[in-house]
């Protein structure tokens, strides 16, 4: 079973200071990688993609992958109250054998405090 | 108007109804996904289609079934609903080739009493 966890938090962090949410997965052989903001009662919307180890930025988004150690993670630079909601880690299904979709943690809780 | 479109957005049922969650879509993405949401469980994935002819059971599919009805829609139906279908739904879509990002829909709130 393909796994992928996160701190369920909740991870409070002050306005203007960093936010640095993590993520592990159990498949290596995964390619895609995700992370969604869910503001709570609507749907997840799509913040950051990374398929390649490194760094990528987006503006204040920034995703970090690390294939080897199986671990992805998103920085968020001068939080804003706005940014409190869950954010969601997400991975590929298919790694060659045909299956599709997408495996999602359960979400880390993030409070941006005024 | 939404690109990603759920119907109905609320629903209460009773425990043995047969019930169909409607999606449809105007991305013109190829690829389909129904996902149910329970507090604490996170996102599942229930079906998944690569386009009309070729549907594909997820994580979790007992107790459900789908349809593809064209490359635009999408619909759930649970034969017989049962109190622990009670969650949020969500309807998903994805492009064959490149990032295979996935956009949501609205999501369906469904309660079986």
């Known amino acids: 079973q393909k796994e992928v966890e996160q701190n369920s938090g909740p991870l409070s962090v002050p306005e203007g200071a960093i936010a640095s949410l993590n993520c592990t997965y159990s498949?290596?052989?995964?390619?895609?990688f995700f992370w969604y903001r869910q503001y709570s009662g609507k749907s997840p919307e799509l913040i950051m993609s990374i398929y390649s180890n490194g760094d990528k930025e987006d503006g204040r988004f920034t995703a970090q992958l690390n294939k080897a150690s199986q671990y992805v993670s998103l920085l968020i630079r001068d939080s804003q109250p706005s940014d409190s909601a869950t954010y969601l880690c997400?991975?590929?299904?298919?790694?060659?054998?045909?299956?599709?979709?997408?495996?999602f943690g359960k979400g880390t809780h993030l409070i941006i405090q005024p | 108007d939404a690109d990603v479109t759920q119907t109905p957005r609320n629903r209460i049922t009773k425990t043995g109804k047969r019930i169909m969650l409607e999606c449809s879509q105007t991305k013109g993405h190829d690829r389909m996904y129904w996902y149910r949401q329970d507090p604490g469980l996170g996102l599942r994935l229930i079906y998944y289609?690569?386009?009309?002819?070729?549907?594909n059971k997820g994580e979790i599919s007992d107790g459900y079934s789908v349809s593809r009805q064209a490359q635009a829609k999408f619909s759930l139906s649970l034969e017989s609903a049962i109190p622990n279908q009670t969650a949020l739904y969500f309807c998903?879509?994805?492009?064959?080739?490149?990032?295979?990002?996935?956009?949501f829909g609205q999501g369906t709130r469904l309660t079986v009493v």
């Open positions: 998903a879509t994805s492009d064959t080739t490149g990032a295979r990002e996935a956009f």
């Open positions: 289609s690569f386009d009309v002819k070729d549907i």
């Open positions: 997400a991975v590929n299904r298919g790694s060659g054998g045909g299956a599709d979709g997408l495996t």
């Open positions: 498949d290596r052989v995964s390619q895609s």
